[in-house]
């Protein structure tokens, strides 16, 4: 079975600063990975998805993640937050082929400090 | 364009009664979601249809039914709340082909009591 694994609940980066965002994922082979935004009170929006290919991505917002196969990892970026982007980001899953389930991580929420 | 719409955004019910969270999506998407989402648990899905005319359990499915009532329906019921279910849902939707690129609705916090 897939899983996802985002070791930080909470970050706090001050406006400005660079961000990276954990994700650790398991599945048997490649998968489809995401990362979806959520802002408070709002429902979840993709940033940004891998399915093959290059695996630096380029998402909305100015956020990158590059897919690591041998760390099992997918972690997101971005080189200068704005206080705009505080919110809680989840990194989700997807078996290739067959049905569209995503499998979500538990959320790093995002505080910007002035 | 209004995406993916749910109803009611907030609901408290007393432990044993029963509602229906409505969900329409008017993308002319094959497949719908129902998850739920609880602090340091993220979103876990409840139960799923890939198409108009099928419905699959998710990860959590006790306690739950669902209704695929067309394609841009897709209701999901608890006939007797129980404050365990106390949580934000959230429906989502897909086209179905393999994106895997779901849009979601804006939730509803539900409270048991």
């Known amino acids: 079975a897939q899983s996802v694994t985002q070791p930080d609940i909470h970050i706090t980066v001050s406006e400005g600063a660079s961000l990276e965002l954990r994700c650790n994922y398991s599945y048997g082979a490649t998968p489809y990975l995401f990362w979806y935004v959520q802002s408070p009170g709002q429902g979840l929006q993709l940033l940004l998805k891998y399915f093959s290919g290059d695996t630096l991505v380029q998402g909305i917002k100015g956020f990158e993640a590059e897919f690591k196969r041998s760390q099992s990892s997918f972690n997101l970026r971005k080189p200068s937050v704005h206080w705009s982007d505080a919110a809680e980001y989840f990194c989700a899953v997807g078996a290739i082929g067959g049905n569209e389930k995503l499998t979500f991580g538990t959320g790093t929420r995002l505080t910007i400090i002035p | 364009n209004a995406g993916v719409t749910q109803t009611p955004k907030f609901q408290v019910l007393k432990t044993g009664q029963s509602m229906t969270l409505q969900c329409a999506q008017d993308?002319?998407?094959?497949?719908m979601y129902w998850y739920r989402q609880d602090p340091g648990m993220g979103l876990r899905l409840i139960y799923y249809?890939?198409?108009?005319?099928?419905?699959d359990k998710g990860e959590v499915p006790n306690g739950y039914n669902v209704s695929r009532l067309n394609k841009r329906e897709f209701s999901l019921r608890l006939e007797s709340a129980a404050p365990s279910q106390t949580s934000v849902y959230f429906c989502?939707?897909?086209?179905?082909?393999?994106?895997?690129?779901?849009?979601f609705g804006s939730g509803t916090q539900l409270s048991v009591l």
């Open positions: 989502a939707s897909s086209e179905g082909r393999g994106e895997k690129k779901l849009f």
């Open positions: 249809s890939a198409s108009e005319g099928t419905t």
């Open positions: 993308m002319n998407h094959n497949s």
